[in-house]
């Protein structure tokens, strides 16, 4: 398994934006599925976005037509831009790559949404 590490988190205004990093260790190349969860304090763990080796996208519906997740698999690197960020977006963002049997994680990145 690669090792994952994230970057890019940090305080915006709500409004703004962020872009986060996740960097491999290793070739993703072959890695079939990458993306970033998100938890919040006292909340369970929730996908954001994902992308696969054909480029394919999913999001979840609270993030569609905010948040972009893109790869590059020359640099090993999955990037998430977040525009128009919302106060409920704040979370600890989490990196993920492979399938669910068989996934890496990052140690995750603080993103905080506040005025």
């Known amino acids: 398994q690669v090792q994952l590490v994230e970057f890019g988190g940090g305080l915006v205004q709500p409004g703004g934006s962020l872009r986060l990093l996740c960097a491999a260790s290793?070739?993703?190349?072959?890695?079939?599925?990458m993306g970033w969860y998100r938890q919040a304090p006292g909340t369970e763990r929730e996908f954001v976005a994902a992308?696969?080796?054909?480029?394919?996208?999913n999001y979840a519906g609270s993030v569609r037509g905010r948040f972009t997740v893109s790869r590059d698999n020359a640099k090993n690197t999955v990037y998430l831009q977040m525009d128009n960020l919302k106060p409920e977006d704040t979370a600890v963002y989490y990196c993920?790559?492979?399938?669910?049997?068989?996934?890496?994680w990052g140690q995750g990145t603080q993103v905080t949404v506040s005025s």
């Open positions: 290793g070739s993703i190349v072959n890695i079939f599925v």
């Open positions: 992308i696969t080796t054909t480029y394919d996208t």
């Open positions: 993920f790559g492979g399938l669910r049997d068989n996934r890496s």
